[in-house]
């Protein structure tokens, strides 16, 4: 592995520890090196913060000079909340530029690396490209669509059932399971139910991981805010919680839950429809959002052709209940022509449960 590949892995070891914590902003890693030794290595690590460049040129001091800089987003130009960072790279005078992948951006699009070659420094991209993206795939999604990236996950018996017809679905998947998803919750801006969930279940929605984590904005889609006064999520605090209901919803009860300091957002429409939510939660700098159910959410997404990654994990239990909930409730299809296309791209086992990622196929 040429030393180029060397020391973009360490900056994309330091963006991937992260990721979770930079939103809206990228994950971004950067190291500086001169003559085979690193003379500086840095991360940002929250939004408004600076950025991984300005950390890792921090700590290389005045040794930067005549330095070459490897950075896994290709240094900003505009001054954000934060000056741009192409600049401080040509005022400490790096001797090479080494990124994986041009910003998408628009802001800064390539101006980064046209500012560094117009200054003299040569600027190679393309390194390790891939990983880098993967890194920040709901960032790029972001930029590209101005919506969410959406993840579905669901938990299913051996038959496919999320729940027991009497409503019981504790516990489908193993603590191992269970503990996977707490990594998601963290890694995304929001984690989102529908009502249903709500009222089986009196959820909490947050990353409970041994090593703590962020918890995630709560959504719950709620058209006619049947959802309970005293309820986990009106009540515990524990994150900013957002009640999405349609637009004859009841007003006193609207007013009762803001009094509780939790926002209501009212669609324009009668019934909550996916485009719109989601461009308002774009607009809103939400850049992900983990739908966990229940059945009628995840198909409402489906049907509606908004999701990019979907999350199955299945136990090695066999409900057998014909009446038992399915994980998808959708609508009546005529033939399997009308059947949505996917890609397997992992299978995996945890613990007792296996875990299958899934992505619509690319029409
Ligand atoms: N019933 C199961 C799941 N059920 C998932 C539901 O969304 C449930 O409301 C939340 O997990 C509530 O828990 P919390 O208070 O938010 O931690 N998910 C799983 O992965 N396995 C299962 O067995
Ligand atoms: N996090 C990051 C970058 N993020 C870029 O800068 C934008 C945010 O700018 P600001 O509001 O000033 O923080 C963000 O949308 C993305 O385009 N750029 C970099 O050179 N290095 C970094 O570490
Ligand atoms: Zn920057």
């Known amino acids: 592995m040429g030393d180029k590949h060397f020391y973009m892995n360490l900056a994309i070891q330091l963006a991937e520890s992260v990721v979770g914590q930079t939103s809206p902003n990228p994950a971004v890693g950067c ?5 085979g030794q690193i003379l500086g290595m840095g991360a940002h690590m929250k939004a408004g913060e600076p950025h991984a460049e300005v ?3 921090k700590q290389a001091g005045e040794k930067a000079e005549g330095a070459d800089l490897y ?8 001054t954000g909340r934060t000056p741009p960072c192409a600049d ?3 005022e ?6 080494f990124i994986a992948g041009l910003d998408p951006n628009p802001v800064v699009a390539g101006n980064g690396a046209a500012k560094l070659r117009n200054a003299g420094i040569p600027v190679e991209y393309g390194i390790c490209e891939q990983q880098a993206e993967k890194l920040n795939k709901f960032y790029f999604h972001f930029m ?4 969410p990236f959406i993840t579905l996950k669901t938990a299913v018996t051996f038959d496919g059932k999320t729940a027991a017809s009497s409503g019981n679905s504790k516990w489908i998947t193993s603590d191992e399971a269970r503990l996977d998803v707490h990594l998601y919750r963290h890694r995304h801006d929001a984690i989102l ?3 249903n969930t709500v009222l089986y279940d009196n959820p909490h929605l947050t990353t409970r991981l041994p090593q703590g984590g962020k918890n995630p ?4 889609l709620d058209t006619h805010l049947k959802i309970p006064m005293e309820c986990n999520l009106l009540n515990d605090n524990a994150a900013l919680t957002i009640i999405v209901c349609g637009k004859h919803a009841n007003k006193q009860k609207r007013r009762a839950i803001e009094e509780k300091g939790i926002k209501v957002k009212k669609m324009s429409a009668e019934k909550i429809e996916i485009e719109p939510l989601l461009d308002w939660l774009g607009e809103e700098q939400i850049l992900s959002v983990f739908v966990e159910g229940g059945s009628s959410v995840h198909s409402s997404f489906i049907d509606s052709g908004f999701f990019q990654e979907m999350i199955m994990y299945m136990a090695p239990k066999l409900l057998n209940d014909g009446k038992g909930t399915s994980a998808f409730a959708g609508i009546p299809k005529q033939s399997l022509q009308d059947s949505i296309p996917l890609v397997f791209k992992s299978i995996e086992q945890i613990g007792p449960d296996i875990k299958v990622i899934v992505e619509p196929m690319e029409r």
């Open 31 to 35: 190291v500086v090196v001169k003559n």
């Open 144 to 147: 590209k669509t101005k919506k």
């Open 55 to 57: 950390n890792a040129l």
């Open 71 to 78: 950075v896994t987003l290709e240094p900003c130009s505009h």
């Open 217 to 220: 904005i709560r959504i719950v």
């Open 92 to 97: 400490k005078k790096i001797r090479r530029v």
């Open 193 to 195: 139910v529908g009502i």
């Open 88 to 90: 401080l790279i040509i």
